[in-house]
Structures are given as structure tokens and as C-alpha cells.
């Protein structure tokens, strides 16, 4: 069982550039979620989805975006990248909160570096 | 808006022995839930121990076990007989019952286990 796959893992992006991280996950899970983790940090909230179709925006949108064709995928989209978008990017999914694996399932993470 | 505090950037303990890891939230919700979390060097978040809020006794998973003061709005991780395999970060991690399950993470406590 793959659970929740990030690709890539490892990225360079030079200023003004555009890239996608792709996120797949084979648990069936409704809900998916991207975070990012600046060092020595928590985690926050970019962008979550609660189903195939249906998006919002989470603590720090801006710069990003996403889509959630099927209940699988669900990639982050970094339009114009900027140095303060370096950061290790996680994607994460789950269940319901209230049922018993109402954990979030997380990615192996992408380190992202823009210069 | 939900906030959780970790007031120890740094913790270690000697191999066997006791350590608290603190944690506080702040929220008006009624319904929701506390996890930790470990993030060992390899990156990959891991799920620890949950903890789900109208329960009141402590959740426990073998080594680990949890101090839940609802009224304090507390949730202490306790890990007993403390291995080298433990050293990592630990997050806290307070996610809602309603509105996506959004989950807020406190900034993590650096656990080091010497020999």
C-alpha cells in the first residue's frame, strides 16, 4: 500500500519560475491538505480539499494554487516562484476527524529551494 | 482561531528514562481532536498517539501516553523508557471535528535521547 506519494522530492527553482507538486494518494480519502514547513517550524495550511471538485484556501494561499480532479490527486501549483516559497512542502489526506483513522497520512515531503 | 502552543524548542532525556513534552491549545470548539506527531530526520510525519476531546480518559499506545487537561486546555505527550529511536521532532497537532477537519500545528519540540 503506497499511502500518500509526493513527487518530487527535491526541486531548484530560479525566481519567476512555475512548477507543480503532484500528490496522490490510494486510501481513498476525501479529505487532502497541503502544508508547508519553514525550518525550525509547524506546519501551515496552504490549500485543502474535501472532495473531487471542491477546494479552499487554507493560512497562506497566496502564490499557490490547486485542483482536485479525482478523489486520488490533488497537485499544488507554484505560479512566478519567490524566495520566501523555499520551504519543505507536505501533502497529507484522511478520513473523516471523528472516525477511528481520523489521522492525517502524510507524504514524504518536497524540499523546494528558489534563487 | 485555534492556536497551539509548544513552549519547549528543545528537550533530552537519558536513554530509559521519563520525558513530558507540553502542549497547550487555545479554541471555543467543543469538537475536536489532539494528536502528536513525530518527524524523525528522514522528514516523514508519523502519527504518535490521538486523542479524541469528549473522551475523557488518556489515551495510551504502549511507551507513550498523554495527559489530557480539557478544562486547561492542556495535552502533554509522556514517553517512558525512552530509546535512541525516539529522537525527533514531535509536533502537537489540534484538528477540528467540523469545517474540512483543518488541523493546526504547534511549532515542535526537538527531542534528543542520549546514551
Known amino acids: 500500500n503506497a499511502g500518500v506519494t509526493q513527487t518530487p522530492k527535491f526541486r531548484i527553482l530560479k525566481i519567476g519560475q512555475s512548477m507543480t507538486l503532484q500528490c496522490t494518494q490510494d486510501?481513498?480519502?476525501?479529505?487532502m491538505y497541503w502544508y508547508r514547513q519553514d525550518p525550525g517550524m509547524g506546519l501551515k495550511l496552504i490549500y485543502y480539499?474535501?472532495?473531487?471538485?471542491?477546494?479552499d484556501k487554507g493560512e497562506v494561499p497566496n502564490g499557490y494554487n490547486v485542483s482536485r480532479s479525482t478523489t486520488e490527486d490533488f497537485p499544488l501549483r507554484l505560479e512566478l516562484a519567490a524566495p520566501s516559497q523555499t520551504s519543505v512542502y507536505f501533502c497529507?489526506?484522511?478520513?473523516?476527524?471523528?472516525?477511528?483513522?481520523?489521522?492525517?497520512?502524510f507524504g514524504e515531503g518536497s524540499r523546494l529551494t528558489v534563487l | 482561531a485555534q492556536t497551539v502552543t509548544q513552549s519547549q524548542p528543545e528537550m533530552s532525556v537519558q536513554e530509559a528514562e521519563t520525558v513530558t513534552l507540553s502542549c497547550t491549545y487555545d479554541?471555543?470548539?467543543?469538537?475536536?481532536?489532539l494528536f502528536w506527531y513525530k518527524q524523525p530526520p528522514s522528514r516523514q510525519m508519523i502519527l504518535v498517539i490521538r486523542q479524541e476531546a469528549y473522551k475523557q480518559q488518556n489515551a495510551t499506545e504502549n511507551r507513550f501516553s498523554v495527559n489530557f487537561q480539557k478544562a486547561a486546555k492542556s495535552f502533554s505527550l509522556k514517553i517512558s523508557d525512552s530509546q535512541l529511536g525516539d529522537a525527533a521532532m514531535y509536533f502537537c497537532?489540534?484538528?477540528?471535528?467540523?469545517?474540512?477537519?483543518?488541523?493546526?500545528f504547534g511549532d515542535g519540540t526537538t527531542l534528543t535521547v542520549k546514551p
Open positions: 497537532a489540534y484538528r477540528r471535528g467540523t469545517n474540512a477537519g483543518k488541523s493546526t
Open positions: 480539499s474535501v472532495g473531487a471538485g471542491i477546494t
Open positions: 479554541t471555543s470548539e467543543s469538537d475536536y481532536y
Open positions: 497529507a489526506s484522511s478520513y473523516s476527524p471523528g472516525s477511528n483513522t481520523g489521522e492525517l497520512f
Open positions: 486510501m481513498n480519502h476525501n479529505y
